[in-house]
C-alpha cells in the first residue's frame, strides 16, 4: 500500500503534505467474492476387470496409495482351468495320433523302397503327419490365450494415484470392463464454480486465498473454462500445500472479481481508547483527534470507512 501511495503520489494524485503526515486519497483495493471450491484429482481413471468371473481378492482400501502396474484385486473365472484341461487332453489325443501317423509314414517309406506301395500313398502318410504336426501347434497356441486370459485375472492400477472409490467387494461377481476401483493421479487442484456475472472478471494468473483449517493459503487461478452451464462458470486453481486428506472435500476461496476505492491509512496511526479507533489529523488551526470507523486491515495498512475525507492530513507516529 506505501507503494501504492508512492506511486499516486509521483502521477499528482496525492498531494504532497508535511514531514510526518499523509494525505490520504481513493486507492483501488480489490473486491473479494467468497466461493466454495472443491478439491478434486486431475485424472480420474477406472482400473477394470479384463476378464469376467469372481472378485477373489481385494489388495486396496479406498485412500491407498498405488503405483502404476500394481495389482489391486484379482478375477477367477473357473471355467478357465476346465478350458485348460480340456486342451491338455487335445494335446494328448493329437501327440498319440501324430506318434501312429509317423509309424505308418515309416513302413510306408519301407514299402516304398521295397517297391510294394506307390509314392502316392507315401504322399498321403506324409500330409496326415504335417496335418497333426499343425493341429498340435493350433492347439497349444489355443492353450497359450487360454492361459493368458487366466493371467489377465489381476487387475491392475493404470496410473499412480490414490484410490478413491471401490465399486465391488470381495467375492462379487464382474464382468468384463466393469470398473472395480477408481483411482485419482495426477496431483490435486482446486475446482471453483462462480457465478456467470463474475466472469468477465476473472483472470487467468490472479492470486487468490484459499481457507482451510491449518489457515490461509495462497493460491493461482490456471484455467478458466469457457462453457457456461447452469449460468456458473468453472475455473481451477493451483494451490501449493493443498490438503489431499479427503479429495471432494470444500473449501473457502476469495476470489477477485473486481475493485473499489477505499481510503487507506497506516495501522501505526490509529490509535483505540475505550473501543473507539481515533486518528490524529494536521488542519490549519492545529492537530487534533477525529473518530473514524475501521473496515479490512491489508497488510500494514487498515481501511478507513468513515470519519475521514480524501485531502485530509494524517498524522504519522
Same mark, same amino acid.
Given at each position: 500500500?506505501?507503494?501504492?501511495?508512492?506511486?499516486?503520489?509521483?502521477?499528482?494524485?496525492?498531494?504532497?503534505?508535511?514531514?510526518?503526515?499523509?494525505?490520504?486519497?481513493?486507492?483501488?483495493?480489490?473486491?473479494?467474492?467468497?466461493?466454495?471450491?472443491?478439491?478434486?484429482?486431475?485424472?480420474?481413471?477406472?482400473?477394470?476387470?479384463?476378464? %469376467?468371473?469372481?472378485?477373489?481378492?481385494?489388495?486396496?482400501? !479406498?485412500?491407498? &496409495?498405488?503405483?502404476?502396474?500394481?495389482?489391486?484385486?484379482?478375477?477367477?473365472?473357473?471355467?478357465?482351468?476346465?478350458?485348460?484341461?480340456?486342451?491338455?487332453?487335445?494335446?494328448?489325443?493329437?501327440?498319440?495320433?501324430? $506318434?501312429?501317423?509317423?509309424? !505308418?509314414?515309416?513302413?510306408? $517309406? @519301407?514299402?516304398?523302397?521295397?517297391?510294394?506301395?506307390?509314392?502316392?500313398?507315401?504322399?498321403?502318410?506324409?500330409? $496326415?503327419?504335417?496335418?497333426?504336426?499343425?493341429?498340435?501347434?493350433? @492347439?497349444?497356441? $489355443?492353450?497359450?490365450? +487360454?492361459?493368458?486370459?487366466?493371467?489377465?485375472?489381476?487387475?491392475?492400477?493404470?496410473?499412480?494415484?490414490?484410490?478413491?472409490?471401490?465399486?465391488?467387494?470381495?467375492?462379487?461377481?464382474?464382468?468384463? %470392463?466393469? &470398473?472395480?476401483?477408481?483411482?485419482?493421479? %495426477?496431483?490435486?487442484?482446486?475446482?471453483?464454480?462462480?457465478?456467470? #456475472?463474475?466472469?468477465?472478471?476473472?483472470? !487467468?494468473?490472479?492470486?487468490?486465498?484459499?481457507?482451510?483449517? !491449518?489457515?490461509?493459503?495462497?493460491? #493461482?487461478?490456471?484455467?478458466?473454462?469457457?462453457?457456461?452451464?447452469? %449460468?456458473?462458470?468453472?475455473?481451477?486453481?493451483?494451490?501449493?500445500?493443498?490438503? @489431499?486428506?479427503? +479429495?471432494?472435500?470444500?473449501?473457502?476461496?476469495?476470489?477477485?472479481?473486481?475493485?473499489?476505492?477505499?481510503?487507506?491509512?497506516?495501522?501505526?496511526?490509529?490509535?483505540?481508547?475505550?473501543?473507539?479507533? @481515533?486518528?490524529?489529523?494536521?488542519?490549519?488551526?492545529?492537530?487534533?483527534? #477525529?473518530?473514524?470507523?475501521?473496515?479490512?486491515?491489508?497488510?500494514?495498512?487498515?481501511? +478507513?470507512?468513515?470519519?475521514?475525507?480524501?485531502?485530509?492530513?494524517?498524522?504519522?507516529?
Amino acid at each position: 500500500m506505501r507503494l501504492v501511495l508512492a506511486v499516486l503520489l509521483s502521477l499528482g494524485l496525492v498531494t504532497a503534505a508535511p514531514a510526518g503526515t499523509l494525505v490520504v486519497q481513493p486507492v483501488a483495493v480489490p473486491v473479494w467474492k467468497a466461493v466454495y471450491g472443491r478439491v478434486e484429482a486431475r485424472d480420474a481413471l477406472a482400473a477394470r476387470a479384463r476378464i %469376467g468371473g469372481t472378485l477373489v481378492s481385494l489388495d486396496v482400501s !479406498e485412500g491407498d &496409495t498405488v503405483t502404476a502396474g500394481q495389482r489391486i484385486a484379482t478375477v477367477r473365472d473357473d471355467k478357465i482351468a476346465f478350458q485348460v484341461s480340456a486342451l491338455d487332453a487335445q494335446l494328448k489325443a493329437l501327440a498319440a495320433q501324430l $506318434q501312429n501317423a509317423e509309424s !505308418e509314414l515309416k513302413r510306408g $517309406q @519301407t514299402l516304398v523302397d521295397r517297391g510294394v506301395a506307390t509314392s502316392q500313398r507315401l504322399d498321403q502318410l506324409s500330409t $496326415q503327419v504335417d496335418v497333426f504336426r499343425n493341429q498340435i501347434a493350433a @492347439t497349444e497356441a $489355443q492353450r497359450q490365450v +487360454v492361459l493368458q486370459q487366466g493371467a489377465e485375472g489381476e487387475v491392475l492400477a493404470p496410473a499412480a494415484g490414490r484410490v478413491l472409490t471401490l465399486a465391488s467387494k470381495r467375492g462379487s461377481v464382474v464382468m468384463a %470392463g466393469e &470398473t472395480v476401483a477408481t483411482l485419482g493421479g %495426477g496431483g490435486f487442484f482446486l475446482r471453483l464454480s462462480i457465478p456467470e #456475472r463474475h466472469a468477465s472478471l476473472l483472470e !487467468e494468473g490472479a492470486s487468490l486465498a484459499v481457507e482451510t483449517a !491449518e489457515g490461509s493459503l495462497a493460491g #493461482r487461478l490456471v484455467k478458466v473454462y469457457p462453457l457456461i452451464q447452469g %449460468g456458473r462458470v468453472t475455473a481451477d486453481v493451483d494451490v501449493p500445500d493443498l490438503p @489431499t486428506a479427503f +479429495v471432494d472435500a470444500r473449501l473457502l476461496v476469495r476470489v477477485p472479481v473486481g475493485s473499489r476505492p477505499a481510503m487507506m491509512v497506516p495501522a501505526s496511526a490509529v490509535t483505540s481508547r475505550s473501543g473507539i479507533d @481515533t486518528l490524529r489529523v494536521a488542519a490549519a488551526g492545529g492537530e487534533f483527534d #477525529r473518530t473514524v470507523v475501521l473496515g479490512e486491515r491489508h497488510g500494514d495498512d487498515v481501511e +478507513v470507512l468513515s470519519g475521514l475525507a480524501a485531502g485530509d492530513a494524517v498524522v504519522l507516529p
